[in-house]
């Protein structure tokens, strides 16, 4: 038997009351745009507590109450599922609490949700932006990790923003990444968002690292409301090599990517993962610390992918970024958009962290060797941790078309694709063909609970899912 919270349980019961037609305020309809049938809710009322019970769900950080919630939104309210995605993908401000958000719901629907979440620190005021500081929860780091937050003075709660991860250099803070974008950050309307670096494990190649990074893009998505579509990251010195590593190995996180004065090093093998990307790289001549070969190498084969990108090697600069190089960079990134159902692209993957993009997920992998590589810490020499690599790594070329997806495989046993109604038509029998067989064509059952699972794993609207298909490739 599921326990619900009182709070969901009386939201239900009003979602499920017959209510009166009324005419809708042209801000819902603007909203949802002219195909949404916001009729079938009967009310705006209903149709903002329906929203208040997905954010709670989506935002609960306490995974038996989100599980709860999630329980109690496994009806689809009679909403087509191309509805329910756009419902879904709406923000509707920082929640950090189930119960508070559905309880404000219910006394107050009209309430305009807040800007910020409750509890950041301010900082500094500077010109155009504010710093905040917040403090989130990543597994395996014991306490509480930073964050400083970057707010333009044009962020609104009424509109998505463009947003930037930004990452530091060894012996930098979040705090010192975000004064250092600030001036861009604010002529762009830019949130930033910048962690600081574990002590042990940094920004690097280390699953610990990944995870990290992860958390504080999860953060701002939960928290802010920012444009998933429209979301970058730049890094400089150990964070530009990480900039280049998180771009290469989730390349559905991103619209654009700033490696600055960072080494592509193990990326120059998966470059192909970038494709549907685009880059603004920057290096120094004089820098003896980063070879330019790597660079001017990876430049050179963006260009044979042509995948867009800018490399810019300054000539008389070492080891060193300038405002204009942050201010060149934010331009570039600021109207870049992100395709997040791209209809062709590869995903190269050595690590098991590695093996979702967009709409592919590596279940089994096949013919491969496992090695273990050992990650040191460059200060003391002990070990902070093993990651598992795969010779050959896995290789997976996807293509849709009309309602079918076409896969070239290699080194993969078994895959499973992800479908939306934002790139398929669920209606209709969708057709997998994997190295020229077909091995799938059937009719879909999506679903609202599917929608809000694969979102409250990933926190970002911007990419939803209604169903999955599992296909054995038989390599």
Known sequence: MVHCPLSFVLLLSLLSLPVRAEQWPDEARQRYGPSFPLEKLGSPERLRRLESLIDACLAEVDPGRRQRALDALKADFDLPIEAFERLASVWRGPVSDAAEATARAATDPSEEPAALPRGLEPVRALPGLKLYRAFYAVEGAG???????????????????????????????????????????????????????????????TTSSQRHLRAARDWMLRQLHVDADRLSVSGVSMGGHATWHLAAHHPDWFSAAAPLIGSPREVLACLENLGPLSLYIVNGQKDEGIPLGPVRGAATRLQRLRI???????????????????????????????????????????????????????????????????????????????????????????????????????????????????????????????????????????????????????????????????VVCGE
């Open 308 to 470: 867009p990108h800018r490399l810019v090697i300054h000539e008389d600069r070492g080891h060193e970024v300038h405002a204009d190089d942050y201010r060149e960079a934010a331009a570039w990134m600021a109207p870049c958009q992100r395709r997040p159902y791209p209809s062709s692209f590869t995903l190269l993957a050595g690590q098991e962290d590695h093996f979702r993009a967009f709409w592919v997920e590596i279940l089994e992998a096949s013919g491969n060797t496992s090695q273990e590589l050992s990650i040191l810490d460059s200060t003391t020499g002990s070990e902070i941790e093993r990651i598992r690599t795969l010779k050959p790594p896995v290789r997976i070329e996807a293509r849709a078309e009309g309602n079918t997806l076409r896969l070239v495989t290699r080194n993969a046993r078994k895959i499973r694709l992800f479908l939306s109604s934002r790139m398929l038509d669920l209606h209709r029998p969708v057709t997998v063909e994997v190295n020229g067989r077909r091995l799938w064509e059937q009719a879909i059952e999506p679903s609202a609970a599917f929608v809000l699972a694969d979102l409250l794993r990933s926190g970002d609207r911007g990419m939803t899912f209604a169903a999955s298909v599992e």
């Open 143 to 205: 306490e509480p990790q930073e964050l400083v937050i970057g707010v333009p003075d044009t962020y609104s709660s009424s509109k998505p923003s463009p947003a930037l991860l930004a990452l530091h250099g060894m012996g930098g803070s979040g705090r010192q990444a975000a004064e250092a974008w600030a001036a861009a950050a604010a002529e762009h309307g830019l949130l930033l968002a910048c962690p600081t670096a574990h002590p042990r494990w940094g920004f690097g190649i």
